[in-house]
């Protein structure tokens, strides 16, 4: 078996349904018929079927009436039939799409895209007349930056492709469009230029996509976890965003990004563990700035995960490790505290936690009120009452913080998950049970693949010009080459006499 296709099977796990075959797939031949038509659409509250006298001929007119509006139909078709005298197709409309005789899950499926569908006597057409709401373009709550473009993405793909197209006005821009979901039917589309992008990525995500077959997608996350090679894995690995100026960021270096309609993030594929600490905002800033702020970034990663875990693991086996004033101040702070430190540290996280997920939940403004009261009333409660030292409270609200300092928020919620694997472990074993926990991450890490190309690049780099842009960013004159993750066909950013 190869390496992208170990440990999960797609087929295996989801197995097409024989119910659903005609109408999963739109391809499939069977013949139309208006008692076909009525007969798929059953008990469809918002299926419309009228017929229209156009002088002597009768034509069958079909929408869904819950995502076509009234006068888009009135000026799309009743209009047009209403103003011509002749029954020809070709002479009423100007803008259409012929159907054959046996495409009938075809014309199940456009119907339920918001295609209205005329039945001629001769003749089968559709006219795209979806005119359902769409939410309007807005700035990026998730994604936040100072500088730079303040377009997001909505949940609309063929606005989110027009947000790209406006960037790159290039032919080489390809995109190749999927239809997945045997209940939902989601249109998928892989944009990738096509002169930069490494054929054999394009050609493992699309073999990826053809290869899941699932009832349906409710976002672009649920489908990213079904390309990744190791789904097991706490960490992410695949880019996500909702920002048109990091993806046409990703594009230009060579990586392929999928969209989703319905869902306003796109994926990015392939994508390193390093790249989860990378802010578009780095490239507005100056070199210096952007240095500062990586370093930042990757020490907060470390300090989240070692913190409070160091805290637990130096009290319970490793006191004569911190100097004497400072052990008196730990003694001093725990004296009435009736847990040992790794239960202690646990309940404080778990309050955390409990806090940050209600706070998510609840309308904005209260949810910024419960955060802040709630952290300040039970922290200093719980202090008072003994349960928990005042120390472990600030190192834990420093750990909290540090744990969304990545801007990815997939990378964040690993922090968080792996943050609780060290502190049992340092409970258990003490310094030596970190540091298993460390090896196993390394491994762990040195062993993942995105797309088949190494996760933990730059760390260990693909090519040396990739430490140019890591932890250290360079100013952009010097930036010559693209990322080594992506295998790009040109190398060169910049036209140096290398094509």
């Keep these: 078996m190869s390496r992208r296709r170990k440990g999960f099977k797609f087929k295996q796990l989801f197995p097409p349904q024989p119910h659903d075959k005609n109408l ?10 208006k008692e076909a038509i009525q007969t798929s659409l059953a008990d469809v509250d918002d299926f419309v079927m009228k017929d229209i006298k156009i002088g002597d001929k009768t034509v069958t007119i079909i929408y869904l009436n819950t995502i076509v509006e009234t006068s888009i139909i009135d000026e799309l078709v009743f209009n047009p039939l209403n103003q011509s005298s002749s029954t020809s197709a070709d002479e009423i409309f100007k803008n259409y799409s012929t159907l054959k005789e046996d495409e009938l899950p075809k014309l199940i499926h456009d119907v339920c895209s918001g295609y209205t569908v005329l039945l001629f006597e001769d003749e089968i057409i559709e006219i795209d007349t979806y005119s359902a709401p769409d939410r309007s373009i807005t700035t990026p709550e998730n994604e936040t930056t100072v500088m730079g473009p303040q377009d997001a993405f ?7 492709i027009s947000l790209i197209k406006k960037r790159i006005r290039s032919p080489q821009l390809k995109s190749k469009s999927f239809l997945l979901g045997t209940e939902t039917k989601n249109d998928v589309v892989m944009l990738y230029m096509d002169n930069i992008a490494n054929d054999e990525n394009v050609n493992r995500v699309q073999r990826r996509l053809e ?3 699932y009832h349906g997608f409710i976002g672009m996350p649920v489908l990213k976890q079904m390309l990744e090679d190791k789904p097991f894995s706490p960490f992410p690995q695949f880019g996500i965003t909702v920002r048109s100026d990091n993806t046409v960021d990703s594009l230009l270096n060579g990586k392929i990004i999928v969209m989703m309609n319905g869902s306003p993030e796109a994926a990015i594929l392939p994508a390193s563990f390093w790249e989860m600490f990378i802010s578009p905002e780095d490239y507005y800033n100056r070199w210096t700035t952007a240095s500062l702020l990586r370093t930042l970034r990757l020490a907060g990663f470390f300090i989240s995960i070692f913190l409070t875990s160091t805290y637990v693991s130096v009290l319970t086996f490793h006191p004569e490790m911190l100097p004497p004033q400072l052990l008196t101040l730990l003694a001093e702070s725990r004296a009435q505290v009736p847990f040992p430190p790794v239960l202690e540290a646990l309940i404080i996280e778990l309050v955390i936690e409990v806090l940050r997920e209600a706070g998510a939940r609840m309308p904005t403004k209260i ?11 039970i922290g200093t409660a719980a202090v008072e009452a003994g349960l928990a030292s005042n120390i472990l409270i600030v190192l834990v609200a420093v750990t909290a913080l540090l744990s969304f300092i990545a801007p990815s928020y997939l990378m964040s919620n690993a922090i968080r998950f792996i943050r609780y694997i060290y502190i049992i472990f340092a409970g258990a074993l003490g310094m030596f049970g970190q540091m298993i926990v460390l090896a196993w991450m390394i491994n762990h890490l040195s062993n993942m693949t995105s797309l088949g190309s190494p996760y ?3 760390v260990i780099p693909r090519k040396w010009s990739d430490l140019l842009n890591s932890v250290i960013r360079v100013p952009g004159n010097f930036m010559v080459q693209r990322w080594g993750i992506s295998r790009a066909k040109k190398d060169l950013i910049r036209p140096l006499d290398e094509e």
């Design 24 to 33: 999963a797939n739109p391809d499939i031949k069977e013949p139309i018929t």
């Design 154 to 160: 909505v949940e609309s793909v063929a606005t989110n």
């Design 211 to 213: 290869n899941v077959e």
């Design 367 to 377: 949810g910024q009120t419960i955060g802040i009261v709630g952290g300040i009333v």
């Design 456 to 458: 933990i690049t730059p």
